[in-house]
């Protein structure tokens, strides 16, 4: 079976600088998913993380302080062992031009905040099982 709790545990990158919306992200994945998360509270912190470490999905803010999700991003997709790890943005930011973009620049997936439980849940999951096929 496909079902992420039944694969081996898989790990997630958390992006955020407000320190509430980590925590609570974290426990939505850790307990609906089973999955071991990394936390980062700046670009600079998510830029060290992903430079080092190839996870199974990452979770991105969008407005954060220095160069934003935006530039972690692009960042992650020019020169990390993220280069084909599912993106998914989660933002406050709704307008279809920064979705857009966010898209052109690398990102698999955009939730909007406030995150609901199922559509995180759902979308990882996916996200996840899409990296998994086999590519033809």
């Given at each position: 079976?496909?079902?992420?709790?039944?694969?081996?545990?898989?790990?997630?990158?958390?992006?955020?600088?407000?320190?509430?919306?980590?925590?609570?992200?974290?426990?939505?994945?850790?307990?609906?998913?089973?999955?071991?998360?990394?936390?980062?509270?700046?670009c600079e912190q998510a830029l060290r993380l992903g430079g080092s470490f190839a996870?199974?999905?990452?979770?991105?803010?969008?407005?954060?302080?220095?160069?934003?999700?935006?530039?972690?991003?692009?960042?992650?997709?020019?020169?990390?062992?993220?280069?084909?790890?599912?993106?998914?943005?989660?933002?406050?930011?709704?307008?279809?031009?920064?979705?857009?973009?966010?898209?052109?620049?690398?990102?698999?997936?955009?939730?909007?905040?406030?995150?609901?439980?199922?559509?995180?849940a759902s979308t990882i999951k996916a996200q996840i099982a899409g990296r998994s096929?086999?590519?033809?």
């Amino acid at each position: 079976m496909n079902d992420i709790k039944q694969a081996s545990r898989h790990r997630m990158l958390i992006v955020d600088d407000e320190e509430g919306t980590r925590l609570l992200i974290a426990r939505i994945v850790t307990n609906d998913l089973e999955v071991e998360v990394m936390l980062a509270g700046t670009c600079e912190q998510a830029l060290r993380l992903g430079g080092s470490f190839a996870y199974d999905a990452i979770l991105l803010d969008l407005m954060m302080p220095g160069i934003g999700g935006l530039g972690v991003l692009k960042e992650l997709r020019a020169n990390s062992p993220n280069l084909a790890t599912p993106i998914i943005i989660v933002s406050m930011l709704s307008e279809p031009e920064m979705i857009d973009r966010c898209m052109k620049a690398g990102a698999t997936a955009y939730i909007i905040k406030p995150v609901e439980r199922n559509t995180l849940a759902s979308t990882i999951k996916a996200q996840i099982a899409g990296r998994s096929r086999p590519r033809t």
